[in-house]
């Protein structure tokens, strides 16, 4: 069995996500209340909101950083009760190691599962080409630019074939073409996955660009899902605007 490649995705499937009735909150403070969403095996889930609605929050409950208050959240079946292999996440400041290489870096979270050094060198070798960067494998984050330190945490959340990918703002930092690189990008490395994203933006456009839905969340909670595939671009645009 090896873990680069096709086959480790054989047989696997995106995971699915679950919020029923769920609140959350930070000691006095409710920020989210009776939130339902369903997220699909598989599919691009975008989430959008205004700036403190919550959109990290609901991200941190699906990767299992932050308990419920009420109601459920499940992935798959089971309840979420913490953070799984099965979960990768991206941020938005990189949360790279500073004194590991970008390839040390990469091979981390099959270092965590006591990988062999072989496949994890193989597997690392392979990600670290479908992003960029074979030139800067042994490079120190210090040395690289926003973009590419990006590259490195898309690489390392998907070298082992995690089941899904939740990402804070990943590109929220980057400059606009840097920006329109990694999305392309993005999008490519995610034709060959079949790991459930769900990806948290201030960005309208990078929601339409990337999304197969689209979460708005209000002031307490998810106030709509749209669908982004097949309909006009500006109508729906300005719909998401106007929930915002
Ligand atoms: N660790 C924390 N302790 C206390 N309050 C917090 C904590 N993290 C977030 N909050 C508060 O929870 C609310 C929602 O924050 P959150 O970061 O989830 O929003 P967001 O939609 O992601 O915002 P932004 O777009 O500005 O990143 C905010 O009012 C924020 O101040």
Known sequence: MTLTGQRVEAGRTGLSFRLDGAGFGYGNTTVLRDVALDVAPGEVMVVVGASGSGKSTLLRALAGLLAAREGRVLAGEEPVTGPGAERAMVFQDDGLLPWRTVRR??????????????????????????VGLTEAAERLPRELSGGMRQRVQLARALVGAPRAVLMDEPFGALDAQTRADMQRLLL?????????????????????LLAD?????????????????GGPREALRERILKEL
Do not use: C, M, Q, Y
Request: aromatic letters at 4%.
């Open 105 to 130: 870096n990469v091979e981390l979270p099959l270092a965590i599962r006591k990988v062999s050094r072989r496949e994890r060198a193989l597997a690392a070798t392979e990600w670290i080409e479908r």
């Open 188 to 208: 490519d490395v995610l034709r060959d996955t079949s790991a459930t994203v769900v990806f948290v933006t201030h960005d309208v456009d990078e929601a339409l």
């Open 213 to 229: 839905r689209v979460a708005v969340l209000g002031r307490t909670g998810v106030k709509t899902v749209l669908e982004t595939r």
